[in-house]
């Protein structure tokens, strides 16, 4: 008989359990009904059936605070539970287009014959990691694009030679942008990287003395052969001083405009090679998901996978509901790269000590006259694949103090922020968008956004969970296995 | 300056229950421009690629424009066609076309520059280099001038 009873006890209170978890998941989609609710909150064991099997009150009672006992636990287990917000189809559509998952194949680069090729990667990883290719052999592409900070520097303004005005932003997942540069004066990746191998601020050299390096260095000359056809004889110094190109440096400068137009162009020829290669290398750091991807790939495989260790916590989703919400950060920060790849003038003060910037107002003039540009003759592409290009906007109102929209993936890993390090905290930016101050040029995109000091912690709560190294073999992390 | 189609009156129920469908599930913000027979004629041909149809302020013109991408893309340069046709709707060829757009929520404009590139004949003109940038309304105007009159033609649609 005792036997029986706690037979009977024991599949009653599975019942009840189970029925517990059904009306929890129901309210978690918002059509429970109260009957239902309140049947699930009677404890365990303490219903009609249980009265009358001939129990004695006494029993029913100890039965009754046992199950309380028992109770608790398991309850607080399907609180969190019913925490979990439920998210719309439309939301869901929304937080799966930002999903790493929703990263495109690598686009392709036209402009690039060499972009996807394996031995102009390598000569492109060995040349990032080289100091050579700088004026004072001190400095390389990695010297502010650091693996272990997400190809950042953690400077407002980047530091080769000289000091910068701006900062280095991260290159993982650059091969997916239009544009280059803060303000868009480059249109790929091989022109971007010819920037600062010649800036006098940055690495400071000259395309005369990084042809010599490659012509010189056996390795060097064998990985480039191999890959763009056999270096032309460099030795007559009269022909090709050691150090001569476009620079800000007038004894180099004067050295390049001495030299005949053909040899110009000979080495223009190999300058933008060692272009090609790096870029060749850069394409290949594509970013990883971080704890926000594994939460949506966990939403998109069915509700009771986010329960796993791959959900986020209250504050985080809280976070994330006020990002693609109120905060209406997802305007420009969307797609899976978080970032619209366009211009917006948000009205970041100028640096302290620096002059005014206008941004991609100078930029897209820049790009439009580029030697290097996409329709230009160092360019393999068609001009049909130029359509960013030739569609460029130019409109002063709409290009005046606007600068390019960063990726917020890991934001929180790459202080400071803005274009030259304005902000050296999340605090800093989330006030600026909370409390947007009037442009020092232009005029701003941004309006005030109602914000309570908790929905700002919620949103730098989501944020951290953006980070996440890049999802690549890690011998291209450094120039160790060249 | 000539009228390229005629009227082609078969099917206008279909077609146009086909339009206010579109109208209606697109959250188009276009007023409900009554379409014209050739208006529905060309959005018919138009296959599953939705047309949208808008008649100018003035009511000199009305327009059809089509995306040569569905659903629409972001971050995407991408190409449309634009048809002008009388109110009466007869296809006006060699009018003149200038494109411009944006967000007015956002208060800017597209993030590239469109223009209309190509007349394609039968009054349809290409219009090359439209990009969005971000989901929500956007809107497309273009001024129009045919005919001796000027007038101006705005499309709202969202963009997902």
């Known amino acids: ?482 | 300056m000539a009228f390229a189609n005629s009227l082609n009156p078969g099917k206008l129920f279909l077609t146009h229950l086909a339009l206010v469908l579109w109208l209606y599930l697109a959250g188009c913000g276009a007023s409900s421009a009554e379409p014209s027979a050739d208006a529905q004629a060309v959005a018919k041909s138009a296959d599953s690629v939705p047309t949208l149809t808008q008649k100018g302020q003035k009511g000199h013109f009305m327009l059809t424009l089509q995306s040569e991408a569905h659903p629409l893309p972001l971050q995407k340069i991408h190409s449309w066609t634009v048809r002008v046709f009388t109110p009466d709707g007869r296809l006006i060829d060699d009018a003149q076309l200038m494109v411009y757009g944006g967000m007015p929520e956002h208060k800017h404009g597209f993030q590239s520059q469109p223009r209309v590139t190509a007349e394609l004949g039968n009054g349809a003109y290409r219009v090359d280099g439209v990009k969005f940038n971000m989901p929500g309304r956007w809107e497309m105007w273009f001024n129009v001038r045919a005919m001796g009159k000027d007038d101006k033609v705005i499309f709202s649609f969202d963009v997902p």
């Open chain 1, 1 to 482: 008989m005792i036997n029986s009873t706690k037979l009977v006890i024991a599949s009653e209170a599975q019942q009840s359990l189970d029925s517990k978890s059904v009306a929890w998941r129901l309210l978690r989609y918002r059509r429970v009904s109260f009957r239902a609710l309140r049947s699930s909150f009677m404890p365990s064991g303490c219903n009609d059936e249980l009265i009358g099997a001939s129990l004695t009150i006494k029993r029913y009672m100890v039965l009754c605070l046992l199950a309380l006992l028992v109770q608790p636990a398991s309850a607080i287990g399907e609180t969190d539970q019913s925490d979990a917000p439920s998210w719309t189809p439309a939301e869901l559509a929304t937080l799966r287009s930002l999903w790493i998952g929703s990263l495109p194949p690598l686009p392709p680069d036209r402009s690039n014959a060499v972009a996807d090729d394996a031995g102009a990667a390598a000569l492109g990883q060995k040349i990032f990691f080289d100091i050579r290719f700088s004026a004072n052999g001190e400095v390389a592409c990695g010297s502010c694009h650091q693996p272990q900070r997400y190809f950042t520097d953690g400077l407002g303004q980047a530091e080769g030679v000289g000091k910068t005005q701006r900062g280095a932003p991260t290159i993982v997942g650059s091969a997916y942008s239009p544009w280059y540069f803060w303000d868009g004066r480059r249109d790929s990746q091989w022109s971007q990287a010819l920037g600062p191998l010649e800036s006098a601020l940055e690495h400071g050299g000259s395309r005369l003395q990084y042809a010599h390096l490659l012509r010189d260095d056996t390795d060097y000359r064998k990985r480039y052969e191999a890959v763009f056809g056999p270096l032309p004889d460099l030795s007559d110094r009269q022909r090709f001083p050691d150090t001569a190109g476009p620079s800000a440096d007038r004894k180099i400068n004067d050295r390049w405009q001495a030299m005949t137009e053909q040899d110009r162009e000979i080495i223009t020829r190999i300058f933008v090679n060692i272009g090609k290669a790096l870029a060749a290398y850069q394409r290949r750091l594509v970013p990883g998901g971080g704890r926000f991807d594994a939460y949506v790939q966990a939403l998109t495989e069915g509700e009771d996978a986010v329960s796993t260790e791959a959900a986020l916590s209250r504050d985080e989703i809280a976070g994330l509901r006020l990002f693609v919400g109120k905060a209406m950060c997802i305007r420009c920060h969307n797609g899976p790269m978080f970032t619209d790849h366009g211009f917006h003038n948000i009205g970041v003060p100028f640096a302290e000590g620096l002059n005014r910037d206008w941004g991609r107002y100078q930029g897209v003039r820049k790009v439009l006259k580029d030697e290097f540009n996409c329709l230009g003759e160092y360019s393999d592409a068609g001009k049909e694949d130029c359509a960013e290009l030739r569609f460029a906007k130019t409109a002063r109102d709409e290009t005046i103090g606007a600068f390019k929209t960063p990726t917020l993936r890991n934001v929180t890993e790459t202080a400071p922020y803005m274009h030259s390090g304005q902000f050296a905290s999340l605090d800093e930016v989330l006030e600026h968008y909370r409390r947007p101050p009037r442009a020092p040029i232009g005029h701003t995109d941004l309006v005030p956004i109602e914000l309570t000091a908790e929905e700002i912690e919620q949103l730098k709560a989501f944020l951290h969970t953006l980070s996440g190294p890049p999802a690549v073999a890690a011998e291209l992390l450094s120039a160790a296995s060249q």
